[in-house]
């Protein structure tokens, strides 16, 4: 079954860039602006513990560029609070965001690069989706393309799955994508078996998304950064953005 794939802009890249040099510029909310402004229909921003790339006061201030947008926070949940991080709960709590996505990432993560195990006991897990939709937001889990036991999140409490696209995008990479986008789909069926709509990301880009997006038609949304900025610094983000909800378009066509 197709449904109709959203784009959420992960603006996390533009705060590494501020952030390597110091200052306010450039401005993750100004990349915000501009690629809501250019029909992206959310923004992502992953803040971890050690604030390296989007921080907490960032965050803070999205809900007054989103223009009836969607944010999409992720993070570890487990991840305790600290000098200028004051935990993710904490963070959903005071931004309200439509959507939270956890992430089983630790500090030492250059990027996430692998999601929840459902098999063990997922109590504790459990017990904090509870707690972030009492914040009315809803809660997606990140999760391998392949894991075992994906109608487990819905047990959870969970309502989405996003599924973990960076082995796939460099199976696509090297020319031999077919087994990966055999194990997105599958988690993709049995997620929505389960009652739980359908998230992806990572390693996203021009070249790979209108593939997935043809293997995996029950993809509610994309969400892409790395590789999007990665392309406006060459075509502008506008036009990329731009570039993006055009293969969105194509692929429900």
Do not use: W
Not at 47 to 74: C, M, S, T
Not at 122 to 151: M, N, P, T, Y
């Amino acid at each position: 079954m197709r449904v109709v794939t959203r784009l959420s802009v992960n603006i996390n890249k533009v705060a590494v860039l501020r952030n390597s040099r110091g200052g306010l510029l450039p401005d993750p909310l100004q990349a915000a602006r501009i690629a809501l402004a250019s029909g992206c229909h959310g923004i992502t921003v992953h803040p971890r513990p050690d604030q390296r790339h989007i921080r907490a006061i960032d965050v803070l201030r999205l809900p007054d560029v989103l223009a009836g947008a969607e944010l999409n926070i992720e993070g570890n949940p487990f991840a305790p609070a600290r000098d200028g991080y004051p935990g993710l709960l904490e963070l959903v709590r005071q931004t309200q965001p439509a959507q939270v996505t956890l992430v089983p990432d630790g500090d030492g993560q250059l990027t996430s690069d692998h999601g929840f195990d459902l098999e063990g006991d997922c109590s504790e897990l459990a017990e904090l989706i509870d707690r972030f939709k009492q914040h009315d937001c809803r809660v997606s889990l990140f999760v391998d393309a392949g894991v075992r036991h994906v109608a487990r999140a819905a047990q959870l409490g969970a309502d989405r799955i996003e599924i973990y696209t960076g082995p796939f995008a460099a199976a696509h990479a090297r020319g031999d994508p077919a087994r990966e986008l055999a194990a997105c789909a599958a988690t993709a069926s049995e997620a929505v078996a389960a009652g739980l709509a359908v998230n992806a990301g990572h390693d996203l880009d021009q070249q790979n998304l209108a593939h997935l997006l043809d293997a995996v038609p029950a993809i509610s949304e994309v969400s892409i950064g790395h590789a999007l900025f990665g392309e406006s610094l060459y075509d502008g983000l506008a036009t990329t953005v731009i570039r993006y909800l055009r293969i969105l378009d194509s692929a429900q066509k």
